[in-house]
């Protein structure tokens, strides 16, 4: 598979940088019960297109008619089906492992896969939507920091 000129040019640049790059997103959860997270997280390039990423949430689930307090730790690798912002969307998948954890339960750990959407965004801040399964299904809003030309 060949890569556009444009995109040579970038790929050794975006797979030798190892720059950081923050991101938030806001989380929907469906497990047993419903509840929502927030989260902010980081992610490094390690190829052209694949980020290894990390997020840590904090939120609330209603369970039995009350909130209890939830959190999670995320290490994911996510791949980038445009990683050089080249089309208006692009698709990303990943895959990793968390951990769960609930007041009055015990933490779990379990293997998480998401799809998602992103947005071509302003020179700074890539919008997107996801879905994934780990520990139940989430739905979230992503807000990522990238360098200009990349997503």
Request: glycine share 12%.
């Amino acid at each position: 598979m060949s890569l556009p000129a444009n995109a040579q040019r970038a790929a050794p640049r975006a797979a030798t940088s190892r720059v950081v790059v923050p991101a938030v997103r806001a989380d929907l959860l469906l497990d047993r019960d419903a509840g929502a997270q927030l989260a902010a997280g980081a992610a490094i390039a390690v190829a052209y297109n694949l980020r290894l990423a990390a997020d840590l949430g904090a939120g609330g689930v209603r369970r039995e008619m009350n909130w209890r307090p939830t959190g999670r730790l995320d290490l994911l690798v996510r791949w980038l089906s445009d990683p050089f912002r080249q089309s208006r969307w692009a698709i990303n998948a990943g895959g990793g492992i968390g951990v769960r954890v609930e007041a009055d339960r015990t933490s779990r750990t379990v293997a998480i896969v998401t799809i998602g959407v992103e947005a071509r965004g302003d020179s700074r801040w890539v919008r997107g939507v996801e879905a994934g399964m780990g520990g139940g299904f989430r739905l979230g809003a992503t807000l990522r920091r990238s360098a200009p030309r990349t997503r």
